[in-house]
């Protein structure tokens, strides 16, 4: 079991940054990929950022040289930097973690809101 604690979430305008952090209750080294989903309003989850055990990084085309995800495996944390704002990032955004102990487990945040006004 993994437990996931969101935090960073807020309220900024067009071309603003915001800072997530998720803190996990366990060692982050050995989990298979640990990073970022967002839901924005009436729309499914999407995949926003990942890191996986050997460092490598996904983003997707939406978000890519905007966001920048990053872990402290002494921490057990997991942060994303988030830049250049756009109202189209309105969304709540969930902490993940998978793949430990098997390929099929995954573990969530609680979620935070993040909101870029026009």
């Known amino acids: 079991q993994v437990q996931l604690v969101d935090s960073g979430g807020g309220e900024v305008q067009n071309g603003g940054s915001l800072r997530l952090s998720c803190v996990a209750s366990?060692?982050?080294?050995?989990?298979?990929?640990i990073g970022w989903y967002r839901q924005p309003p009436d729309h499914g989850r999407e995949l926003v950022a990942a890191i996986r055990k050997d460092d490598s990084t996904y983003y997707p085309d939406a978000v890519k040289g905007r966001f920048s995800i990053s872990r402290d495996t002494a921490k057990n944390t997991v942060s994303l930097q988030m830049d250049s704002l756009k109202p189209e990032d309105t969304a709540i955004y969930f902490c993940?973690?998978?793949?430990?102990?098997?390929?099929?487990?995954?573990?969530w945040g609680q979620g935070v809101q993040v909101t870029v006004s026009s």
């Open positions: 993940y973690a998978s793949g430990w102990p098997t390929d099929g487990d995954i573990y």
């Open positions: 366990r060692s982050i080294f050995d989990i298979k990929s």
